[in-house]
């Protein structure tokens, strides 16, 4: 069975600009979860969707938008891009909306300059 | 607000040798906590996923035991080789935040030939 995608794997952008990011999750799965990871702050929640619904978003400003398609891939974007957005985005996914094994994809490097 | 740690920070261990990390979080309302590797620059792998109601899970030369009254976890890795060497985390999910993970800031393994 296929893990998580996700794509790109590399991208860079420059301040101002925004930026789309996609997972797709192992197939049959209905939640994915993006989370931001970066050296000085580890891995932080930025939210979940199931079933092409928000469930839960982590403390991060609007600039940070999602969504989820019926086929459960999902796309992240971040807007006006600032030089602290530079991070390693991650995605999992899971069976289940709760108390389910999740699994990462490789991560998308953003750099903005 | 759920808050893990993990101890300690950096380990340097030589090939053969025994090891635990030790992961600790502050509320014990979770679903579950699950363990994982991330190698530098990559995502994150599954290593054992231990529901609430269990105390201990094994994969091979790992085990994880988990003691929910306590807030603690421990991950043991037997005779350790040079491949161990990764980041590890620890991540609990909570009763009211569905698959939302609080992750630990990890511990650097060493193994050294």
């Known amino acids: 069975k296929a893990g998580v995608t996700q794509t790109p794997r590399y991208l860079i952008k420059t301040r101002g600009q925004q930026v789309t990011l996609s997972c797709s999750p192992i197939?049959?799965?209905?939640?994915v979860s993006w989370y931001q990871q970066t050296p000085g702050q580890g891995l932080q929640f930025l939210f979940e969707?199931?079933?092409?619904?928000?469930?839960n978003k982590g403390n991060f400003p609007g600039r940070f938008s999602g969504r989820q398609f019926s086929n459960s891939r999902s796309e992240m974007n971040v807007s006006t891009l600032e030089l602290g957005d530079s991070a390693l985005y991650l995605c999992?996914?899971?069976?289940?909306?709760?108390?389910?094994?999740?699994?990462f994809g490789p991560g998308t490097r953003l750099t903005v300059t | 607000k759920q808050e893990v740690t993990q101890i300690p920070a950096a380990l340097s261990v030589p090939e053969g040798e025994n090891l635990v990390l030790n992961c600790s979080f502050t509320d014990s309302a979770i679903y579950n906590l699950q363990w994982f590797r991330q190698d530098p620059g990559k995502g994150l792998t599954s290593l054992l996923l231990?529901?609430?109601?269990?105390r201990e899970q094994t994969s091979g030369r790992l085990n994880a035991s988990l003691d929910k009254s306590s807030g603690r976890s421990t991950l043991y890795i037997a005779a350790s080789q040079p491949g161990d060497s990764a980041t590890y985390l620890c991540?609990?999910?909570?009763?009211?935040?569905?698959?939302?993970?609080?992750f630990g800031t990890g511990t650097s393994l060493t193994v050294i030939p």
């Open positions: 999992a996914s899971s069976y289940r909306d709760i108390n389910h094994e999740q699994y």
């Open positions: 969707y199931f079933s092409e619904t928000q469930r």
């Open positions: 197939s049959g799965h209905r939640s």
């Open positions: 991540a609990v999910t909570a009763l009211n935040t569905g698959n939302q993970f609080y």
């Open positions: 231990i529901q609430s109601s269990q």
